[in-house]
């Protein structure tokens, strides 16, 4: 439940008049200029204080920004201890202006904290603080300019991106002030823009004003403003001066403070280059990096040389040699290409990427995109202390990880998760019979465990790579890709609200969904994850849920699905955790409730016809399953198979289905089926039917199909038949079905129509081979009348 903050005496400083609040640095939140100048500001002035705009309840994080296992990149995370969950994200890179402000300030012992809004009262701030959008106002320059103002200058002066603006209006400012100087005044004339316009945000105002409060409370503590230095964003600077007033008490107290959790945790170069827009990020920080440190090292002009060897080097690794004579020519066009602008003379990224493209590339970008993508972005993935502000269920997930040896996964590329032998590319749930402890025995089962947990938790670190259907068999190998990236560490952390374990958290997401689950299929999804995540009270629970739901569940596509998922927990029970034979009567049960409810399914619409069609392969399937015995009444089964197939009601594709499964069950002789497909493929019926009834009874088992001739005989007889308007309302379900088959397939059935027809068997084959360039593809459909196929 929300509270209010207390209320704390505003300090008085009477004395201060007007003018800026300190010495006032106006920053872009990723610039390794901005640091580099900020830097010398802090060297000059020898602040004994450093404030800086982040949210003031993360301050006591700083100290651990030069802990010798902190690494940037990482990040400040705030959310909300209560649904719904809000959060914010303040990421910092070793070229952040605030990273380099913290960090000199700790390790000079000069006071130092963040001024911002806590994130306390950031989050608890209403919506209605921010501006609508009216959709029917016309956009005009100054609203463009007002809604992305970085985009809006880099179209209007000429550059491809905003960042490219950027770089070489800034970036490259190596004179004493003059930095500091032209984002002051950029930060005053978007100001003095959204002030003419009325668009300014009340919630920007708030916090410029708790902000004042800030500087005031630091000055009475005994800072005098000339050894004080603050950082913030640009567009902030023409606020922070005396003459304007800080928040009152009544003013903080008025605001509603909501529960948050604050943490430190590692983040991503990827990250970083995803992110768009003001303050969020940059697209290309490993390059951004490079350039601090050729700025920090005082040899800015190495960065082209460095670039242009770096995507060298990883052409090379690849197999792709390129000489220094071609790296040199590289730096020497990027510095051509950079002096035909005359306001600068430094090659940007613009240049050095269109140098390394043209020579590196020999002309093709796509042959080298994956390498400067590396040089540019890189997989840097940050680090930060063990336990440092980390919510309970992040501390047992790195523990899992830890123990389970997965620590190689924590990076951001895709990874193959390897099983015990390094060599394999799939976690084996049988006992290792060799391994000296249990532990390590059963590893790659508990590996897969904690995998599948974290699946049902959402936070997007591994995921399954076979088939839904596949993993609905349980067979004893599972494949699993791998990927951390900072999205994980906030998603797992909003994860706390579900419980302080990887286990309990799972829990207790699966008992909300099955609290919210409406039928048997869903019900038994939930049954799987329980059992595949070795989680008993889950897994009894939707059993129980499940014996009652499926006596009044009457959607036969839900108790086939529901078969079927049960009735595979039979299969390989040596390699789980959970012993499944409690389900295996209501597979029975199930089972002879889909018998019951097959055929008023079949009698479908088009709509309906292919899942109706999946859940009957579905059911299929378990009368197949040996594992079972008798349990099951199978031949009710068939019986109702057969009516299906009988039924002048049900929709033609299920009817031919129904006769695919009999087939591949040794349950319709060759008479029947002959005596079938006369009946449904042949001249004077509706078109569409037979073309239905075809694609059903060539949607499985088609090799047998292929010695069918009286199959083959009939459809023939019945094309040549057809006028052109029938012909067009039975090609679409034709050509669904001969999608699926391959080109041998297509091959034999060209083979059985030459001999049917006595010739043409080769300008057949050379028809079916002909590949259709997209010229011809038009003029085909124009022909069919655009017919959708």
């Given amino acids: 439940m929300a509270n209010r903050r207390t209320a704390v005496q505003v300090p008085s400083v009477e004395h201060l008049k007007e003018g800026t609040m300190g010495h006032v640095f106006g920053i872009r939140h990723l610039s390794p200029g901005g640091a580099w100048h900020l830097e010398r500001l802090l060297e000059q002035v020898d602040p004994t204080a450093v404030l800086i705009e982040g949210p003031s309840d993360a301050s006591p994080l700083i100290e651990h920004f030069l802990h010798e296992k902190t690494r940037p990149p990482i990040a400040i995370l705030a959310f909300t201890c209560s649904p719904p969950i809000r959060s914010i994200l303040f990421p910092l890179a070793a070229y952040s202006p605030e990273w380099v402000a913290a ?15 806590p994130a306390s009262l950031f989050l608890g701030l209403e919506p209605t603080l921010t501006r609508q959008e009216d959709s029917t106002a016309p956009t005009t320059d100054t609203q463009r300019y007002l809604d992305d103002p970085w985009q809006e200058i880099a179209r209007i002066t000429g550059d491809p991106h905003y960042e490219i603006w950027w770089e070489r209006q800034f970036e490259q400012l190596t004179a004493e002030g003059a930095y500091r100087e032209a984002i002051h005044e950029l930060g005053k004339g978007l100001r003095s823009l959204r002030k003419e316009t009325g668009e300014e945000l009340p919630k920007t105002l708030m916090r410029e004003a708790f902000m004042r409060r800030e500087i005031r409370r630091a000055v009475v503590e005994g800072h005098a403003p000339e050894r004080l230095v603050v950082v913030c964003g640009a567009y902030h600077v023409p606020a922070l001066r005396w003459e304007l007033p800080p928040m009152d008490d009544a003013q903080l107290s008025s605001l509603v ?16 280059s995803s992110q768009s827009g003001y303050g969020a990020g940059n697209h290309a920080p490993a390059y951004y990096q490079a350039l601090w440190e050729e700025i920090a090292a005082g040899t800015p002009g190495r960065l082209p040389a460095r670039y242009l060897t770096e995507v060298a080097g990883k052409l090379r690794e690849a197999g792709m040699i390129r000489s220094s004579a071609e790296v040199i020519e590289a730096v020497r066009l990027a510095s051509t290409l950079a002096a035909l602008r005359q306001d600068r003379v430094a090659p940007t990224l613009a240049e050095l990427r269109d140098a390394a493209i043209t020579l590196l590339g020999r002309g093709d970008q796509d042959s080298i995109a994956r390498y400067l993508d590396a040089v540019e972005i890189g997989d840097v993935i940050g680090a930060v202390p063990p336990g440092v502000a980390q919510t309970a269920i992040q501390k047992d997930f790195h523990r899992w990880i830890k123990d389970l040896g997965l620590s190689e996964y924590l990076k951001d590329r ?24 249990k532990e390590a025995a059963f590893r790659d089962r508990r590996v897969a465990v904690f995998l599948r947990r974290i699946e049902v938790l959402d936070i997007g670190f591994a995921r399954y790579v076979t088939t839904e259907d596949d993993r609905s068999e349980n067979t004893f190998k599972e494949r699993w890709i791998a990927r951390w990236t900072p999205d994980c560490e906030v998603r797992l952390a909003e994860c706390s609200l579900l419980g302080d374990s990887i286990e309990l958290a799972a829990t207790r997401r699966l008992l909300e969904r099955l609290a919210l689950a409406t039928d048997t299929a869903e019900i038994s999804e939930i049954v799987q994850q329980g059992r595949r995540c070795a989680l008993p009270s889950v897994f009894h629970e939707a059993l129980q849920y499940l014996q009652q739901q499926a006596v009044s569940d009457s959607s036969f596509l839900s108790i086939a699905r529901s078969t079927r998922l049960l009735a595979g927990m039979s299969r390989f029970q040596e390699v789980d955790d959970i012993d499944a034979s409690p389900a295996l009567p209501l597979v029975a049960q199930l089972f002879l409730r889909a018998v019951m409810l097959v055929v008023p399914a079949a009698r479908c619409d088009d709509g309906a016809a292919v899942a109706v069609g999946r859940a009957m392969a579905d059911v299929a399937y378990v009368a197949l399953l040996g594992d079972l015995g008798e349990a099951l009444p199978v031949d009710r089964w068939r019986q109702a198979l057969h009516a299906v197939a009988e039924d002048d009601l049900v929709h033609p594709f299920v009817a031919g289905v129904a006769c695919a499964l009999l087939l591949e069950a040794g349950a319709l002789d060759d008479e029947s089926l002959d005596r079938r497909i006369v009946r449904q493929i042949s001249p004077g019926m509706d078109p569409s039917r037979c073309a239905g009834f075809f694609e059903g009874l060539a949607s499985r088992n088609r090799m047998v199909l292929l010695s069918r001739h009286i199959l083959w005989s009939s459809l023939s007889t019945f094309l040549e038949q057809l006028d052109d308007g029938a012909f067009l309302r039975a090609l679409p379900g034709l050509r669904r079905a001969f999608a699926s088959f391959s080109l041998g397939e297509i091959r034999r059935v060209a083979d059985i129509l030459t001999e049917l027809w006595g010739e043409g068997g080769s300008a057949l084959v050379q028809a079916i081979e002909t590949c259709l360039d997209d010229d011809e593809v038009r003029q085909l459909q124009e022909e069919l009348g655009n017919l959708d196929l």
């Fill in 103 to 117: 960090t000199w300030a700790v390790r000079n012992r000069r006071l130092v904290r963040f001024m911002d809004l």
């Fill in 257 to 272: 403070s909501s529960p948050v959790q604050v943490a430190l945790m590692p983040y991503s170069y990827r990250r970083l």
């Fill in 414 to 437: 895709e990874q193959i998760v390897r099983g015990r032998a390094s060599k394999r590319q799939a976690l084996d749930l049988r006992e290792d019979r060799f391994a000296k402890s």
